[in-house]
């Protein structure tokens, strides 16, 4: 049986590392646990991805 619980739990958020890429005309980014490669290219234009850090709702 499936339990719902009506308190809205807050979305932790914290500082993620993710890859974006270089392309300007692009929005492609990716969080780097799901990136295997040291150095990947953007899955939507195949450009350059440069480290950054973002905030994102933490996985759990
Ligand atoms: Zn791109």
Redesign the pocket.
Known sequence: MAYYNNRREPVEEEETRIWT?T?DD?Q?WMRAAYSFKKKPS?P??Q?DMHAETKLLPKLM
Do not use: A, E, T
């Open positions: 890429c392309n692009c492609g953007c939507l234009c450009s």
